[in-house]
């Protein structure tokens, strides 16, 4: 299983922007198909956004569509979630995930608030 670490979640302002990273363990970070998904308290776990294992093609819930942008460094072995214009209902724990056949990893959560 390879090893998610998510950061870059906070306290912000309606309206602010915020950018989550998630650092992957694996050499072979490549062949994964990234996603980061939301759970809001009481709710369900929700896709935000994905990427193709070459980064050319994503998607993305309705919800986010042009606010949020979803990138990755595979040098890096790094996915990241560009949030802006972001409102209180986008607070949530953001998850990352990784998919490859069988393979289904996630990390731990980062907490993103959004409040004035």
């Known amino acids: 299983q390879v090893q998610l670490v998510e950061s870059g979640g906070g306290l912000v302002q309606p309206g602010g922007s915020l950018r989550l990273s998630c650092a992957a363990s694996?050499?072979?970070?490549?062949?994964?198909?990234m996603g980061w998904y939301r759970q809001a308290p009481g709710k369900q776990r929700e896709l935000v956004a994905t990427i193709t294992r070459g980064g050319s093609s994503t998607n993305y819930a309705d919800s986010v569509k042009g606010r949020f942008t979803i990138s990755r460094d595979n040098a890096k072995r790094t996915v990241y979630l560009q949030m802006n214009s972001l409102k209180p209902e986008d607070t949530a724990v953001y998850y990352c995930?990784?998919?490859?056949?069988?393979?289904?990893?996630w990390g731990q959560g980062t907490q993103v608030t959004v409040s004035s």
């Open positions: 995930n990784a998919k490859y056949i069988t393979r289904d990893s």
């Open positions: 694996e050499i072979t970070f490549s062949i994964y198909a």
